[in-house]
């Protein structure tokens, strides 16, 4: 996903800036499909960084109830 735009579902554009705040700003419904998700737990560390629990089981994969891309 390098180079796309990433927005929430309301529309809002995740930029750099606000990713990675250490805050626990964004869950699994707030994303489309599981690919945005992934792009946007990775770019904030991943697993050992996972403040917003988008990886229950710590696998390496967030929210994996999503829908995947077509």
């Known amino acids: 996903m390098q180079g796309n735009l990433l927005f929430d579902k309301s529309g809002n554009i995740v ?14 419904d707030d994303f489309t499909t599981q690919e945005e998700a992934q792009y946007f737990f990775e770019k904030v ?21 999503l829908p995947k891309a077509k």
Do not use: F, P
């Open 15 to 28: 930029t750099d800036s606000s990713i990675g705040k250490g805050a626990d700003e964004y869950n699994c």
């Open 45 to 65: 560390g991943g697993v050992g960084n996972d403040v917003n629990r988008l990886d229950g089981d710590k696998d390496g994969t967030a929210c994996e109830s």
